[in-house]
């Protein structure tokens, strides 16, 4: 089993920054990629960024590009979310993400962490 933690949410302004972490722990594992969803009060849930275990390919969702920027150290087992010029439309739960085989960025994952909440005011 695979057990994902994330830490780094809060309250910023907008205009702000924040850094999302994601830490694995439990078994070892080769996924595939790993990714980072929000999911807003009355709103569905959106893949937000997304990386190859590698950490070579990346995915982005339009609402993010440009101001968020996904990363990893598999040395650390830990998965990144820089969030920079951060909007009041990026309030929401943010989960981080595992997936054992290919597939979709935004799709197909077997691991979920709890959560970590992220709200902008304006």
């Known amino acids: 089993q695979v057990q994902l933690v994330e830490s780094g949410g809060g309250l910023v302004q907008a205009g702000g920054s924040l850094r999302l972490s994601c830490l694995a722990s439990g078994r070892t594992f080769s996924g595939d990629r790993m990714g980072w969803f929000r999911q807003a009060p009355g709103k569905e849930r959106e893949c937000v960024a997304a990386i190859n275990w590698s950490g070579t390919s990346t995915y982005y969702a339009d609402s993010v590009k440009g101001r968020f920027t996904v990363s990893r150290d598999n040395a650390e087992s830990t998965m990144y979310l820089q969030m920079n010029s951060l909007k009041p439309e990026d309030t929401a739960d943010y989960y981080c993400?595992?997936?054992?085989?290919?597939?979709?960025?935004?799709?197909?994952?077997?691991?979920w962490g709890q959560g970590t909440q992220v709200t902008v005011s304006s």
């Open positions: 993400a595992a997936a054992t085989s290919v597939g979709r960025w935004d799709r197909g994952y077997d691991y």
